[in-house]
C-alpha cells in the first residue's frame, strides 16, 4: 500500500530565513511525487513534482524539493521565507499502476515578520 | 484554481436531502476527481472519471454518486445516505489519468449540513 507522512502539523520559521517542510513516503514500485500548496478556503495549487532523473527538482514560487530514494524522503524547501508563504502544504504519491494519488495530512507553514 | 470552477462556493443542507456539487474545466481535460477534506486529515478520493460516461469509486463513495456526460462536467450529488457530508469537496483534473500528470484543483465547495 501507498502512503505519505509529513510528521510536523506546523512549521514555524521567521521571514527570510529558510524552511523545510518534510515528507516521508512508502510504496512499492518507483514513486511520482508532488507537492501542493492550499491557502485558506482555496482549492490546492500545483508546485512540483519528481518522476525521475534529478534529485532535485525546483518549481514555483521559489520552492525546491529534494528526492532521496535511500530514505524515501521528499522535502519541500525553500532558501528565503516569506510572510506569503504561510500556507497549508501537502505531500502526494502515487505509482504506476494504482489509481490514486495519496496525500499526507498536511503542515502548516507559518512565516512570521 | 485557473480552469477549473466549482459552484456553489458555499452550501447549506438540510438532513435528508440530496445536493449536488458542480464541477467544470476548459482544461481538455479527459480525467476527473473528487476529493473530500476534513480538517487534519488528507485529501480523500471520492469517484474519479478517466474519460466521459465511465467512472470509478475511491476510498469513500457510499453516500455519493457521480455522472460524466460530458468531458467538461463531473457532478457529485452528496445523498441523504452520507451520514456525516459536512466538509469541504475539492475536485481535480489531470491531462490522462496517469500516475505522473500532476492534478489541477478547483476552488473547493464548502458543504454544511444544518
Known amino acids: 500500500a501507498q502512503s505519505v507522512a509529513q510528521p510536523e502539523d506546523q512549521v514555524n520559521v521567521a521571514e527570510g530565513n529558510p524552511l523545510t517542510v518534510k515528507c516521508t513516503y512508502s510504496?512499492?514500485?518507483?514513486?511520482?511525487l508532488f507537492w501542493y500548496v492550499q491557502y485558506p478556503n482555496r482549492g490546492l495549487q500545483f508546485l512540483l513534482k519528481y518522476i525521475t532523473g534529478d534529485n532535485l527538482v525546483k518549481g514555483s514560487y521559489g520552492f525546491e524539493a529534494e528526492f532521496n530514494k535511500s530514505q524515501t524522503s521528499f522535502h519541500l524547501k525553500k532558501p528565503s521565507a516569506l510572510v506569503s508563504d504561510s500556507a497549508l502544504y501537502f505531500c502526494?504519491?502515487?505509482?504506476?499502476?494504482?489509481?490514486?494519488?495519496?496525500f499526507g495530512t498536511g503542515t502548516r507553514l507559518l512565516v512570521s515578520p | 484554481d485557473g480552469g477549473i470552477t466549482q459552484s456553489p462556493k458555499y452550501l447549506f443542507r438540510k438532513e435528508g436531502q440530496n445536493v449536488t456539487l458542480s464541477c467544470e474545466q476548459n482544461?481538455?481535460?479527459?480525467?476527473m476527481y473528487w476529493y473530500r477534506q476534513d480538517p487534519g486529515q488528507g485529501l480523500r478520493l471520492i469517484y474519479y472519471s478517466q474519460i466521459v460516461n465511465d467512472f470509478q469509486k475511491g476510498d469513500i463513495a457510499e453516500g455519493y454518486s457521480v455522472s460524466r456526460e460530458k468531458k467538461e462536467s463531473f457532478p457529485l450529488t452528496v445523498t441523504s445516505a452520507q451520514k456525516n457530508p459536512t466538509a469541504f469537496y475539492l475536485c481535480?483534473?489531470?491531462?490522462?489519468?496517469?500516475?505522473?500528470?500532476?492534478?489541477?484543483f478547483g476552488p473547493g465547495t464548502r458543504l454544511t449540513v444544518l
Open positions: 482544461l481538455n481535460h479527459d480525467a
Open positions: 510504496v512499492s514500485g518507483n514513486p511520482y
Open positions: 502526494a504519491v502515487r505509482v504506476t499502476g494504482f489509481q490514486k494519488l495519496v
Open positions: 481535480a483534473s489531470s491531462a490522462r489519468d496517469r500516475a505522473s500528470n500532476e492534478q489541477f
